[in-house]
């Protein structure tokens, strides 16, 4: 049941608060949440069970090939960041405020208020990155993304330069229609690298917005081993696991993984 025994019932009841029907599945080892009528499939996750990553690969693809998506949602990810699951669920559900791009501006912003809206509104907290802008709509930032400096990229050519998408996000409730184009066709207007690069979260995101947005699919990165804090919740990468952490702490932490990343690309 994980960690924390009631969670799989937490989530069926506050999605229904919210006037979300979501019916319960199970399958094979599977802990299901079926939504839009099965057209969106929530396989819940608790800590304290093992799952392979190519088996959920594995259900993640054949549904994706008859249409259904499938979200990977951690028991970790759901008590560390409940509001931001919530807030992406809607969003891919179609349950937003729909505001075109047209009608907002693009501002440069600061670290901090870039920091700040991250935190707030993207599933993975912030990150970092050189480049931060906004889409402004009657005085406030409605989308927010980062950019990494342009890089040198020796191997395809002398003066070939590439540069990431490292995040973007809206605010909760909002679907900017174009919101990441318009973001996205800023920065290159400014910096004009030869491509610009992005990942997205297998666990989440079959990778629609990169492919309305013109990105082609050139890689699909492997599962990684994380680390769980099961007090904090707080995920680390292997190699990213505090120097200050005793070896009593470490030992505590539980290990999960993620599905990997779906790698995009945009050329100029």
């Known amino acids: 049941m994980g960690l924390k025994a009631d969670w799989l019932r937490e989530i ?9 029907h979501a019916e319960n599945a199970i399958q094979d080892s599977f802990k299901l949440l079926l939504l839009k009528e099965g057209k ?3 396989n819940l996750i608790s800590l304290d069970q ?3 990553p190519e088996e959920l690969l594995s259900y993640q693809f054949s549904c994706f090939q008859e249409g259904i998506q499938v979200i990977h949602l951690w028991e970790d990810i759901w008590q560390s960041r409940k509001e931001q699951v ?3 669920l809607k969003s891919v559900m179609g349950l937003n405020q729909r505001l075109h791009g047209r009608s907002t501006s ?4 600061s670290k901090e208020d870039a920091e700040s809206f991250l935190e707030q509104y993207h599933i993975q907290g912030s990150a970092g990155g050189r480049y931060r802008y906004a889409l402004q709509y009657k005085g406030e930032a409605v989308a927010v993304a980062v950019f990494s400096h342009k890089r040198k990229m020796k191997g395809k050519g002398e003066d070939y330069t590439s540069a990431e ?6 605010k909760d409730g909002i679907t900017v229609i174009g919101g990441m184009t318009k973001l996205i066709k800023h920065y290159l207007r400014l910096f004009s ?15 629609n917005a990169y492919r309305t947005a013109g990105f082609e699919l050139v890689a699909e990165t492997p599962p990684s081993p994380l680390y769980v804090d099961p007090v904090s919740y707080i995920r680390y990468f292997l190699h990213r696991v505090p120097e200050e952490s005793d070896q009593e702490k470490i030992n505590s932490y539980i290990q ?7 790698k995009y690309v945009l050329y100029q």
Do not use: C
């Open 106 to 109: 693009v501002e440069k912003i």
């Open 256 to 262: 999960v993984f993620n599905t990997g990343n779906l």
């Open 12 to 20: 069926k009841h506050i999605l229904e608060g919210q006037g979300i």
């Open 86 to 88: 919530l807030s992406r």
């Open 40 to 42: 969106l499939i929530l």
């Open 165 to 170: 998408l490292v995040r973007f996000a809206t």
């Open 193 to 207: 690298p030869n491509d610009l690069m992005s990942y997205a979260d297998r666990d989440w995101s079959v990778g």
């Open 50 to 52: 093992y799952d392979d």
